[in-house]
């Protein structure tokens, strides 16, 4: 793919559309140097990104890369993998209204300080692994309205914010509450691995030669899962793990295991 051709046509979009590279970099949810090196040249954005560009700019892939023909048409299959992951919902979207954009862009220029916090905040009280959450503007919210998407799907909406400052902490004091409370939906199997990959390394002995090969994720996730559903922390995974793995070896079922579990309130 040439470079200079794709910058020359990503550049000349975004003017068209009076955009700004902070704008634009909102909205496809990358950070503003980003959109700069597209726009220079020096780099081009994978293609689950491409997909949202393409979205924002109005343009068809095929246009904003100035193809001859079409892209999923492509042999390559590393193109079409990504390209599969760019149509796949985002475990987490926050969908803001134009008045928040001033705003997220200065939290997006410090590395979103109050998102980490959120991410800090579960792990600490819960044991819960927040997954990438994809901040958007949406020009067809109300101003001061905010929407919080699990795979695209809206569970909390809030209309109307009226700030006491410029900060707006209310959207990510919600954004906590809210998958805090609904959790269980969002804890999916690669969640789950990556909570296994973590421990592994504290506690090998726990792990290594037993997960996944006698005790699955699918396993793992229906007890978490459960645990969850009735506001159980899962911070103790270690204890968890421990529990499941010498009970399941007893013959028990992970009905009657997670049971148990909830009852001794790990």
């Not at 892209?71 to 475990?91: C, G, H, M, V």
């Not at 919080?148 to 209309?159: A, G, M, R, S, T």
């Not at 204890?239 to 579990?261: F, H, T």
Request: glycine share 4%; net charge negative; aromatic share 8%.
């Amino acid at each position: 793919m040439d470079y200079q051709r794709f910058a020359a046509k990503l550049l000349k979009q975004r003017q068209q559309l009076q955009l700004t590279q902070e704008e634009l970099a909102l909205r496809v949810g990358v950070t503003p140097q980003a959109i700069s090196k597209w726009e220079r040249g020096i780099s081009l954005p994978d293609i689950e990104l491409l997909y949202q560009l393409s979205k924002v700019l109005s343009l068809s892939m095929d246009e904003l890369l100035d193809l001859p023909t079409s892209l999923t048409e492509s042999d390559n299959d590393k193109d079409k993998e990504r390209l599969f992951r760019a149509i796949l919902s985002e475990p987490i979207t926050l969908k803001v209204g134009c008045g928040f954009v001033d705003y997220l862009m200065k939290e997006n220029q410090q590395g979103f300080p109050k998102l980490q916090q959120v991410r800090i905040n579960m792990a600490k009280e819960s044991g819960y692994l927040l997954p990438t959450v994809r901040i958007l503007d949406d020009i067809t919210l109300d101003n001061h309205c905010f929407q919080i998407l699990f795979y695209d799907k809206v569970v909390y909406e809030q209309n109307n914010l009226n700030p006491s400052s410029s900060e707006y902490p209310e959207i990510f004091e919600q954004l906590n509450l809210t998958c805090t409370a609904h959790y269980e939906k969002l804890l999916h199997r690669q969640i789950v691995k990556d909570l296994i990959d973590n421990l592994s390394k504290l506690y090998p002995v726990l792990v290594d030669g037993y997960i996944p090969d006698k005790l699955s994720y699918a396993q793992i996730q229906f007890v978490l899962k459960s645990l969850i559903e009735h506001k159980k922390s899962i911070r103790n995974l270690c204890e968890i793990i421990e529990y499941l793995e010498d009970n399941l070896v007893l013959g028990k079922d992970l009905v009657s295991i997670s049971n148990e579990l909830i009852q001794l309130s790990y």
